[in-house]
Nanobody, 122 residues
Framework: QVQLVESGGGLVQPGGSLRLSCVGSGSSFSINAMGWYRQALGKQRELVAVITSTGRTNYADFVKGRFTISQGNAKNTVYLQMNSLKPEDTAVYYC????????????????WGQGTQVTVSS
């Protein structure tokens, strides 16, 4: 079993930055890709960014140029650097782990963290 734990969320003013972290533990050798999703109140969970075990990345259009996903030195550790934050970025951000090499949808993820709240407001 794999456990994912996110941290780094909080309240930030528009234009500010936050760095989210996700650390995986347990039998995590089966994870081939890790991604960040977010879910705003009343909305469906949506992809923010994903990174494969080979380092390939993919971003949602609404975060391109503002957010950066990266892998940590430890296996199954991933970060999300968020810059130029906007009020519409407010959501619970979830870290996901997938056994697929390139997961495309939420259902392609096998493991999820508990989420971390990001609130962008003045």
């Amino acid at each position: 079993q794999v456990q994912l734990v996110e941290s780094g969320g909080g309240l930030v003013q528009p234009g500010g930055s936050l760095r989210l972290s996700c650390v995986g533990s347990g039998s995590s050798f089966s994870i081939n890709a890790m991604g960040w999703y977010r879910q705003a109140l009343g909305k469906q969970r949506e992809l923010v960014a994903v990174i494969t075990s080979t380092g390939r990345t993919n971003y949602a259009d609404f975060v391109k140029g503002r957010f950066t996903i990266s892998q940590g030195n430890a296996k199954n550790t991933v970060y999300l650097q968020m810059n130029s934050l906007k009020p519409e970025d407010t959501a619970v951000y979830y870290c996901g782990g997938s056994r697929l090499p390139t997961p495309k949808i939420v259902a392609g993820y096998d493991y999820w963290g508990q989420g971390t709240q990001v609130t962008v407001s003045s």
